[in-house]
């Protein structure tokens, strides 16, 4: 059992370049959500999503677009890069409320480490 | 909106030795979520502990234990015999019980750095 998968799991991108980073998860979770991590600070949601086909802002979209076409998988798709997208980005995954036991526990992926120079 | 604080940017301890790291948080309802979430340099987040507001029992997993007070609406969380392998960065989190869409995202603190001193 993977859980949740990230690639890359490093990148330095020019200013103006875009980027997708990866993310599936294997658990069939329903609740999917990208956070980003800047020093010193917890994470900040950037987008999550509740099911396949729908998505929607969290704290920080700007910048950012996502897609979620089936439920393994949600790829954060960065447009024109900017220095202030460096960051660590981490992608989580959870059940909806119900009877599964741990249902109310993120897993998170490993970690995406972004430059933007 | 809820909020978790923590108060301790940084703390130190002896190897074996107990420490305990604070949390706060404000919020208006009554049912919730509390995380304990550990960041070691690999950066990987990992589940400490957890704890169900409803729950008068303080949560506890092997040598980390919770002292959940509702009503001063603060969580800290208390490492036993602690080893070098805890050294990482711990997150407290929050999570609304009736959770749906962004409701479901996890609120979390600015983090503290735990130091394990051989």
Known sequence: NA???QTPKFRILKIGQSMTLQCTQDMNHNYMYWY??????GLKL???????????????????????STTEDFPLRLELAAPSQTSVYFCASSYSRGPISGANVL??????????? | AQTVTQSQPEMSVQEAETVTLSCTYDTSESDYYLFWYKQPPSRQMILVIRQEAYKQQN?????????????AKSFSLKISDSQLGDAAMYFCAYRRWNYGGSQGNLIFGKGTKLSVKP
């Not at chain 1, 980003?36 to 600070?41: A, L």
């Not at chain 1, 999503?49 to 704290?59: F, H, Y």
């Not at chain 2, 949560?59 to 009503?71: G, H, L, M």
Request: aromatic residues 10%.
């Open chain 1, 3 to 5: 859980g949740v998968t």
């Open chain 1, 36 to 41: 980003r991590q800047d020093p010193g600070m």
């Open chain 1, 46 to 68: 950037i987008y999550y999503s509740v099911g396949a086909g729908i998505t929607d802002k969290g704290e920080v979209p700007n910048g950012y677009n996502v897609s979620r």
């Open chain 1, 107 to 117: 897993t998170f992926g490993a970690g995406s480490r972004l430059t933007v120079l």
């Open chain 2, 59 to 71: 949560a506890t997993e092997n040598r980390f234990s919770v002292n959940f007070q509702k009503a």
